[in-house]
């Protein structure tokens, strides 16, 4: 293969992907070339970015997923060759080859080495030829007896998108009654997440471990690979926690793992980094899942135990350079673990979050790596995927790596969109986990919620942001300024302060008398001594424990982070609106979406758990469901229409006991 030197790459994705992409770039000297859609107009890749080219619209059929116009881009700008990071456009041959038409370096793998993969049954078939153990599966097409096949495959079956990845247009089905809804629900999710609805069905092994195998492929017919990943702990089929190596991996297993990998590779002429994932059943065995013929999430780790930039890598790969001899020699030093960090509201079920990153700070510790698409003021919107960032560690023993990520996670200051750190903490603490014994079934086990429940914020936190924002209000004073906080000529009656934290209230009392602050929470006192107050810090001593607290106000909220957790506080305001409150029997928007589906119409009578709206946000598909048998007396939504959090989307009247209104 001739030596094609890349000098301006377009990066054909967005967030954090594309700004990583990016760094390596630019490290090599290479210019760059971002596209943008209308919501990422001031995204931080896009300043990284050497050019950038805008994609009107907001959707990703609009935009990201818009072949021809990125395409266009790279014409428009010089630029030479097109990454397509992952998800989008990085596995669609037809892209592939647009960019080999339009004389673009397309940084991957081959269109005929991606359309081999992109049918998944079609790869399972290369697979099995090439004597990789694979699980039974068919595709499902319009003539498909769907009873007929899934019997065949034995239930469980799991429904999926037979293009793309990332859990969407995924659903398990246990029953035949169930299968029907599942396929037709995962069309409709797999076409708006990858542009193509086709689903297959595949059996489903219960709680296995998903164990997948790096590898990089040159033009000059070598295929190596860069040893296993860990992603078994997993919610909706997404993961949200990796790490190389699998501590259940032994150097046998880790052997057979790669020679199938490596065979997989070589079976379609793999050129470039890509990934070969496999479920591992409780006895040991490992059956093929997929090739993705890309960059994944969480390439990083391997990165870390290394040493190697896969990106770096994909680019020279793409300039025709053979595998160095660090790529063929590479060996494991270390252990690293990643974690997603998602815009998410774990107790409501995993809801995506929106809102304005009013701070997002990751402490510097040495080992922790942060690759983030966002920074303060980031807006995150209902547009895209709800990763925010991957904090990733690295140590000597897996041990080491865990703990240190654990405390970048906790003591990270993240305001402004609920998320899912608390969680990610929670596991990184769990026994279960640091024994390594994870599966698939992990967070079936072991309840989310109560996972993320111990740095949950109380009354001290809510003590610490009225403290600051007294503080606040003393530093702002026109008058005496030199006094300290709280001084008063006369004694008075205590100040008042009240927040929610969730479904929790707290009102805070103080009064700085001659003897010390007394400060009350709900009526209740709290025994604190005010060491010192700033807007920004408190330092309290509470039942002779002494705590700094940082304090982050914005209109609205005080944002408090301490040694003893994260508290996100919404301030009551002294006179409530009388117009915030909803008619009885509203159902609300869990978050803002667009309606795909209205399922029942003004005087129809419904049942409980019946489903009434199916709203779509980041690409997934959530449904609202009757609270109690009733009448639907108004729906106040129609397909197409957005919808903000908290929004009222239908009313229903509940049934008296003899089922009358």
């Known amino acids: 293969m001739p030596s094609t030197r890349i000098s301006k790459l377009l ?65 428009a700008t010089g630029a030479d060759a097109v990454h397509p990071g992952y998800g989008f456009l990085s596995e669609n041959a037809g892209f592939a080859r647009a960019c080999a038409e339009a004389g673009l370096t397309f940084v991957g793998p081959s269109p005929d080495a991606i359309a081999s993969m992109g049918s998944k049954l079609e790869a399972k078939a290369l697979m099995e030829k090439a004597g990789v153990p694979v699980l039974p599966g068919a595709v499902v097409t319009g003539d498909t007896d769907l009873a007929a096949v899934a019997a065949g495959i034995g239930f469980p079956v799991l429904v999926k998108a037979a293009f793309g990845g990332g859990g969407r247009g995924m659903r398990t089905v246990a029953e035949p009654a169930e299968l029907a809804a599942a396929v037709e629900g995962a069309r409709r999710e797999a076409a708006s997440a990858f542009g193509d609805g086709t689903v297959f069905l595949e059996r489903f092994v219960v709680d296995p471990r998903h164990v997948e195998v790096q590898i990089l492929g040159d033009a000059h017919g070598e295929v190596v690979h860069l040893f296993e990943r860990e992603c078994s702990i997993q919610r909706r089929y997404q993961k949200i926690v990796e790490e190389s190596p699998s501590p259940v991996v032994d150097h046998a297993l880790r052997a057979e793992l790669g020679a199938a990998a490596v065979a997989a590779g070589k079976a379609i002429g793999y050129t470039g980094a890509g990934t070969v994932e496999f479920v591992l059943d409780r006895e040991g065995r490992f059956f093929f899942l997929e090739v993705n013929t890309r960059l994944q999430v969480e390439h990083p780790v391997t990165e870390l135990v290394t040493g190697l930039d896969l990106v770096e890598l994909q680019l020279r790969v793409a300039e025709g350079e053979p595998l160095p001899p660090e790529v063929t020699g590479a060996a494991i030093t270390g252990n690293a673990v990643e974690v997603r960090l998602y815009a998410e509201d774990v107790a409501s079920g995993f809801l995506p979050a929106t809102g304005t990153l009013h701070r997002f700070r990751v402490p510097a510790l040495p080992g922790v790596r942060v690759d983030s698409g966002v920074v303060d003021g980031s807006v995150v919107g209902t547009h895209y995927d709800p990763m925010l960032a991957k904090v990733i560690a690295h140590g000597r023993t897996r041990v080491e790596a865990v703990r240190v990520l654990a405390r970048a996670l906790q003591r990270a200051e993240i305001h402004g969109v609920t998320t899912n750190r608390d969680l990610l903490v929670g596991i990184l603490r769990e026994p279960e986990f640091l024994a390594g014994r994870t599966d698939t079934g992990y967070l079936t086990r ?36 030199g006094f300290p906080s709280g001084w008063r000529n006369v004694g008075g009656p205590p100040q008042r302060a009240g927040y929610t934290l969730g479904e929790q209230a707290f009102e805070v009392t103080y009064a700085f008398r001659r003897a010390g602050l007394e400060l009350a929470v709900n009526g209740e006192p709290l025994p604190v001594r005010l060491l010192g107050a700033a807007p920004d810090a408190v330092d309290l001593e509470v039942g002779g424990v002494r705590r700094t607290y940082a304090v982050h106000r914005v209109p609205g909220w005080s944002y408090v982070d301490g040694p003893d957790g994260s508290a996100a506080l919404a301030e009551v305001p002294r006179f409530a609106d009388p117009n915030a409150v909803a008619h009885p029997g509203s159902l609300l928007a869990p978050m803002p979406g667009g309606v795909v589906r209205v399922l029942a119409g003004p005087g129809d009578a419904v049942t409980a758990g019946q489903p009434l709206v199916v709203l779509e946000a980041m690409k997934m598909e959530h449904t609202v469901a009757a609270p109690v048998d009733g009448i639907v007396a108004d729906m106040a939504v129609a397909p197409g229409a957005q919808v903000d959090t908290g929004q009222v989307l239908a009313v229903v009247e509940e049934a008296g006991v003899d089922g009358r209104r």
């Open 446 to 481: 072991h309840d989310p919620r109560a996972l993320g429940a111990g740095a949950a914020g109380g009354p001290v936190h809510a003590a610490a942001a009225a403290l600051a924002a007294q503080a606040a209000n003393r530093a702002s004073a026109r008058v005496l300024g």
């Open 11 to 75: 990066v054909a994705n967005r967030g954090e992907i594309a700004a990583r992409i990016m760094r390596t770039a630019h490290a090599m000297g290479v210019a760059t070339v971002a596209v943008y859609s209308d919501p990422d107009a001031d995204a931080p890749f896009v300043r990284l970015a050497d050019e950038a080219v805008r994609l009107p619209g907001s959707a990703p059929a609009q935009t990201y997923l818009r072949g021809d116009l990125v395409v266009a881009a790279a014409r």
